[in-house]
């Protein structure tokens, strides 16, 4: 209640700001507004970029660019192959990588006791994660460029991103394991189930929709991947026909390609290419990241009926 | 003082569920001490007792639940239809298809309501979708559930209210048609309305089912069971019909607990 006094202005209102009060408050706007504009800073970065690559490369898409072949020495290639072999090293990767770091992960985080295996285990994964792709890159060049004389080639590439991502995918599953709460799990084995129907019905099905965006995450990354196959998987695209689909045909992907001709290329149109591809695979793999949002919620909501 | 429901004259019940010098450890803590208990068919036992008493350590104990805890150790016997359930040809699957259990916290599965209830027998091998069908729509009707549910079996189980869902945890429970139901406070996370009904519907299980009931509310054990086990330490101080445990307990220690004394 305001006393009849502080009409007259001679007391301090009961509910009004004292000074105190008010420079807590000011505090707690001005971080408010400092966190936000971190928050967008980060929006504007993004777009910033994005719209530069645009204005860079927007020139070159045109269909014989996207769709056509590279050229050695000559103005006009095309990155039409160097898509394809993008596409069919992010599939071979993908189809090694997913059983093995899956099933890695559902033995660590559902069947493993804590103890040294389980440790051992963990330990290597994580030191796996720690080699710089170009080491790892090195490393397949000795074994299948050279020790098991392939040669450049997708697989020789595919099987060196494999040992550079198995530990990602492998994290990933298992923080969407544990992230199922073990009432669910207790609920299951309640009603008779074994661990295998624990785990497939009621365990996986909670845990796709991250999974999933682990997935498509790590997609991302193998389509920009570059030091590792540069030297597994070559500067060039297949001698035999461009669109080749022999796992043993060398396959320059486009971050490769995009690499080479500002590096090594002697084609005159050099700038041309080159932010083209930027162009091309910088979209790719914005689409892969708002598609792993997608897919995910899909997923999720068809196995367990909600959103998230 | 209390309302006891009286235990029908003469009847005795079946020993459904018989435990036998049950010692249960988790790790080097003696967690239940020499436990002895005879929970009859068709009636309702309580465990009652003070927070820590053991007597959920003891109910797990009755569908091996204790199992699927590292350093739990089970020894004793605990017989159903007069079979260890702990013996060397006893399969825990087979187990808990006859014993089921009703958690403490609502835990339905993120599927829909009818994938919940049928999810028992899914799982241990029936395919038949019309079979399927009338088994959800049964033990809907006896977790009384079915009215509440019956146009919406296809949406998410997480949409039910928390009453609504411990009904379907039980729901899901009886479509497997057991013969011993496990509760372990089956509504102390849920509202006087919805606890009334749980209890009301304890009463019509029991025509079909035998109850086991943990409860931390001494005035629900006297509402709902026939046989009541004091639980103090680890230990089982006293057993005895309900009526009697509440009316005139033979020990000091259930005595106190049930005047208020402690816990």
């Known amino acids: 209640m305001i006393s009849a006094a502080s009409a007259s202005g001679a007391m301090p209102s009961a509910i009004g700001a004292t000074r105190g009060v008010r420079r807590r408050r000011f505090a707690d706007a001005l ?8 928050a967008c800073s980060i929006i504007v970065m993004l777009a910033a970029f994005v719209l530069y690559m645009l204005y860079l490369g927007a020139g070159a898409m045109t269909p014989s660019f996207i769709f056509g072949q590279p050229k050695e020495t000559t103005a006009g290639g095309g990155i039409g192959p160097e898509i394809y072999n993008s596409f069919y090293i992010l599939v071979l990767t993908l189809l090694f990588t997913i059983p093995i770091a899956v099933s890695a992960g559902i033995y660590l985080q559902e069947y493993a006791r804590p103890g040294l295996f389980r440790t051992i285990v963990q330990f290597s994964a994580e030191s796996l994660a720690t080699v710089p792709s170009i080491v790892m890159g090195l490393f397949g060049l000795l074994i299948f460029v050279y020790t098991f004389h392939w040669g450049f080639t997708a697989l020789g590439g595919a099987l060196t991103l494999t040992l550079l991502n198995l530990p990602a995918l492998m994290r990933v599953t298992q923080e969407a394991l544990g992230s199922v709460p073990d009432t669910l799990r207790e609920g299951s084995v309640a009603l008779g189930g074994t661990r295998w129907q624990t785990i497939t019905r009621v365990v996986l099905p909670s845990a796709i929709g991250r999974m999933t965006t682990g997935v498509v995450l790590i997609a991302g990354r193998i389509f920009g991947e570059t030091a590792a196959l540069i030297f597994t998987a070559g500067l060039s695209v297949s001698v035999n026909a461009p669109y080749d689909p022999n796992p043993f045909h060398t396959a320059e992907t486009l971050a490769v390609h995009l690499w080479y001709t500002r590096s090594e290329s002697v084609v005159p149109d050099v700038y041309r290419i080159g932010n083209g591809s930027a162009l091309v695979l910088l979209i790719m793999v914005l689409l892969f990241n708002v598609s792993a949002r997608v897919v995910g919620r899909a997923l999720t909501k068809r196995f367990t009926g909600r959103t998230s | 003082m209390f309302q006891t429901p009286s235990v029908p004259v003469g009847e005795e019940g079946s020993a459904k569920l018989v435990a036998e010098h049950v010692d249960v450890y988790y790790g080097t803590f ?7 208990l005879t929970m009859r068919g068709q009636h309702v036992t309580a465990l009652i007792g003070p927070s820590g008493c053991g007597k959920s350590t003891f109910l797990r104990a009755l569908d091996r639940m204790h199992d699927l805890t590292p350093g739990a150790r089970v020894e004793g016997c605990i017989k159903l239809d007069g079979e260890d359930i702990y013996g060397p040809d006893a399969d825990p699957v087979v187990i808990r298809h006859r014993i089921g259990m009703v958690f403490q916290r609502p835990n339905p599965f993120p599927k829909t309501i009818y994938e919940n209830v049928v999810y028992g027998p899914r799982i241990h091998g029936e395919r038949n979708k019309a079979r399927l069908d009338e088994l959800a729509e049964r033990a809907l009707r006896q977790a009384a559930l079915w009215d509440e549910v019956k146009d919406r ?3 998410s189980a997480l949409d039910l209210s928390g009453g609504q869902q411990q009904r379907l945890c039980i729901a899901r429970a009886v479509a497997l048609n057991p013969e011993v139901i496990l509760m372990d406070e089956p509504a102390s996370a849920l509202d006087p309305i919805a606890t009334s009904k749980i209890e009301d519907l304890i009463g019509q299980l029991t025509e079909q089912y035998t109850v086991v009931i943990v409860t931390h509310s001494m005035q629900q054990a006297a509402r709902v069971s026939d046989y009541t086990a004091f639980f103090h330490l ?3 101080v006293e057993v005895g019909s309900t009526n009697q445990i509440f009316t005139h307990p033979k ?13």
Do not use: C, P, Q
């Open chain 2, 30 to 36: 003696h967690a239940i001490k020499d436990a002895s």
């Open chain 1, 31 to 38: 971080a408010t507004v400092v966190l936000w504009t971190m």
């Open chain 2, 251 to 263: 020990e000091k220690r259930t005595e106190d607990y049930i005047t208020g004394r402690f816990g």
């Open chain 2, 153 to 155: 079996l296809n949406r």
């Open chain 2, 234 to 236: 680890g230990e089982i």
